[in-house]
């Protein structure tokens, strides 16, 4: 191995303690405690060595979301039910997208509420990003002529429920109804 392969494998591996550790707060304390500050602290570099890896907290935040999207894509196409009818799969999807949000919660704030620098539905998109709205839009196109803004809405639904949810604005015990009614509304729409 020459000496760039392993300065460039260091620097990757820098990144990757510095978005662990970012992770690692937010679930334990919030993301108001992810700081470049606390970063460098937690794993034991100055902050400028953070700054020569991300421009600032925002880029660490979108770094952090597009793992995330990583994660959530996949998740969402493994849930869907081998030989599930098109409207047990749009359930799949929505039931594996709420278990995210609640199981995951800063990563998905991370993902879906903090400012990250993401832009989705552009020309420069991330595949990532468009892999996991692929995964939403498969389950969501049996049922719409337009199945991309049906899935934005699907998605906004499922982000509405989440939110409130997450919050307690919204009973968690009626969860499940809540998605078998969406995916009702979904199924009539066809």
Not at 126 to 154: H, Y
Request: net charge negative; charged share 25%; with cysteine.
């Amino acid at each position: 191995m020459g000496i760039n392969e392993r300065k460039e494998r260091e620097r990757a591996e820098r990144e990757q303690r510095i978005l662990s550790a970012a992770r690692m707060l937010a679930e334990q304390h919030g993301w108001a405690s992810v700081t470049v500050r606390r970063l460098a602290q937690e794993i034991e570099y100055s902050q400028p060595v953070l700054y020569a890896h991300f421009e600032n907290r925002e880029a660490i935040v979108g770094a952090v979301a597009l793992e995330g999207f990583g994660e959530l894509g996949p998740a969402l196409r493994a849930s869907v039910r081998r030989d599930a009818t098109p409207a047990e799969a749009l359930q799949d999807v929505a039931a594996a997208y709420l278990e995210f949000a609640f199981e995951r919660p800063a990563l998905y704030e991370a993902m879906f509420v903090l400012p990250s620098g993401l832009r989705f539905a552009k020309s420069d998109t991330p595949q990532v990003l468009r892999g996991t709205f692929g995964a939403l839009m498969a389950v969501v196109e049996p049922f719409c002529a337009d199945s991309e803004v049906a899935t934005e809405a699907f998605w906004a639904a499922l982000h509405g429920l989440a939110e409130l949810e997450r919050h307690g604005r919204i009973r968690p015990a009626f969860r499940n109804e809540r998605v078998r009614r969406l995916v009702a509304m979904f199924a009539m729409a066809n």
